[in-house]
Nanobody
């Protein structure tokens, strides 16, 4: 069992930065692949980034590549999403998720077993 709680969302101007945090708990957090997803109003939830259980592999959606960075600290049971050069189209509820993957990263929602409640990110133009 893994419990996840996101924080760090807010309102920023275009071009600004935010750092999202995801606090995990449970025995299997350290061996779980972690991901960030987002859902904008009226749209389906979409993949943003994923990181392997030991942090040696990452994957990003093309829309955020070069602007966002996912990282984790297994000692603290934390996952982060550093978001730079933010755009209005990045506005969404961002959620972290945990899944089991012995080999690396996970891209698809149905590969994840546990989800947080989400944190709102709003980018003004």
């Amino acid at each position: 069992q893994v419990q996840l709680v996101e924080s760090g969302g807010g309102l920023v101007q275009a071009g600004g930065s935010l750092r999202l945090s995801c606090a995990g708990s449970g025995d299997t957090f350290r061996t779980s692949a972690m991901g960030w997803f987002r859902q904008a109003p009226g749209k389906e939830r979409e993949f943003v980034a994923s990181i392997s259980w030991n942090g040696d592999r990452t994957m990003y959606d093309d829309s955020v590549k070069g602007r966002f960075a996912i990282s984790r600290d297994n000692g603290k049971k934390m996952v982060y999403l550093q978001m730079n050069s933010l755009k209005p189209e990045d506005t969404a509820v961002y959620s972290c998720a945990a899944g089991f993957s012995p080999n690396g990263v996970l891209r698809f929602q149905d590969e994840y077993n546990y989800w947080g409640q989400g944190t709102q990110v709003t980018i003004s133009s």
